[in-house]
C-alpha cells in the first residue's frame, strides 16, 4: 500500500519552456502533498506543501511564482515549472500523507533538465 | 547548528556484517521519527517508522529511539549488497509539522 506516481521521471527542454508534473497517490487519499528538490550527493529540500483544494504554501526562497503547483484532487498534485532555465535543471520529488503526523510516501522524482 | 545530525559517510561494509546508522536531534518536540532508503536515481522508501522511544524490528531492520538522548538508531543485521543506498532518518515535530531530514548516510555494502 501508499504508492505515490510520479510522471514523467525524465524529462530534457530547451530553456524558456514550462514543464508539468504530475504526482498521484495511488491507493490513499493525500490530504497533504509535498514538493522537494534534490541536488547530487545533497538531502532532500522542501518546496512547498499542498492542501487538498487550498493554495500551497511555499518555503522561504522558492519562487511561487517560477514553481506553480496545484492540489485539485485528493489524489492529485501538479508542479509546474514556468519559463525554465538552466539552473531549474534538478531531481524534483513529491510526497503525500494521508495524515498529520503520519510518514510520506514518496514518488519516484522526475530529473529535469534544461538545455 | 542543524535540527538533524546524521554522518553523511560514506560507510562501506563487508556483506553479512551489522550496519549501525545514527541521528542525533535538537528539538525535543519532535515525536515521529522514521528511516528512509533511497536508491540512486529513485524517491526515498519508507524503511521504518516509529513514535514513542524503544525499539522497533522488521526482519533484518531495526529502529532505535531514545528521545532522553535525542538520538535514533537503525540497525541493518547480514547485510547484503542489496543494501546498498543511502540512508535518511527524519523526524515530525508533535504538531504534525514538516519532515526534517538528516544529510542521509551512503552505505555500500561489498560482496
Known amino acids: 500500500g501508499a504508492v505515490v506516481s510520479q510522471h514523467p521521471s525524465r524529462v530534457i527542454c530547451k530553456s524558456g519552456t514550462s514543464v508539468k508534473i504530475e504526482c498521484r497517490s495511488l491507493?490513499?487519499?493525500?490530504?497533504?502533498m509535498f514538493w522537494y528538490r534534490q541536488f547530487p550527493k545533497q538531502s532532500l529540500m522542501l518546496m512547498a506543501t499542498?492542501?487538498?483544494?487550498?493554495?500551497?504554501?511555499?518555503e522561504q526562497g522558492v519562487e511561487k511564482d517560477k514553481f506553480l503547483i496545484n492540489h485539485a484532487s485528493l489524489t492529485l498534485s501538479t508542479l509546474t515549472v514556468t519559463s525554465a532555465h538552466p539552473e531549474d535543471s534538478s531531481f524534483y520529488i513529491c510526497?503525500?500523507?494521508?495524515?498529520?503526523?503520519?510518514?510520506?510516501?514518496f514518488g519516484d522524482g522526475t530529473r529535469l533538465s534544461i538545455l | 547548528q542543524k535540527e538533524v545530525e546524521q554522518d553523511p559517510g560514506p560507510l562501506s561494509v563487508p556483506e553479512g556484517a551489522i550496519v549501525s546508522l545514527n541521528c542525533t536531534y535538537s528539538?525535543?518536540?519532535?515525536?515521529?521519527f522514521m528511516w528512509y532508503r533511497q536508491y540512486s536515481r529513485k524517491g526515498p522508501e519508507l524503511l521504518m517508522y516509529?513514535?514513542?522511544?524503544g525499539n522497533k524490528e522488521d526482519g533484518r531492520f531495526t529502529a532505535q529511539v531514545d528521545k532522553s538522548s535525542k538520538y535514533i538508531s537503525l540497525f541493518i543485521r547480514d547485510s547484503q549488497p542489496s543494501d546498498s543506498a543511502t540512508y535518511l532518518c527524519?523526524?515530525?515535530?508533535?504538531?504534525?509539522?514538516?519532515?526534517?531530514f538528516g544529510q542521509g548516510t551512503e552505505l555500500s555494502v561489498k560482496p
Open positions: 510526497s503525500a500523507s494521508d495524515r498529520v503526523g503520519q510518514p510520506q510516501h
Open positions: 491507493d490513499f487519499q493525500a490530504t497533504t
Open positions: 499542498s492542501n487538498e483544494g487550498s493554495k500551497a504554501t511555499y
Open positions: 528539538n525535543s518536540a519532535f515525536q515521529y
Open positions: 516509529t513514535y514513542s522511544s
Open positions: 527524519a523526524m515530525i515535530d508533535n504538531q504534525g509539522g514538516k519532515l526534517i
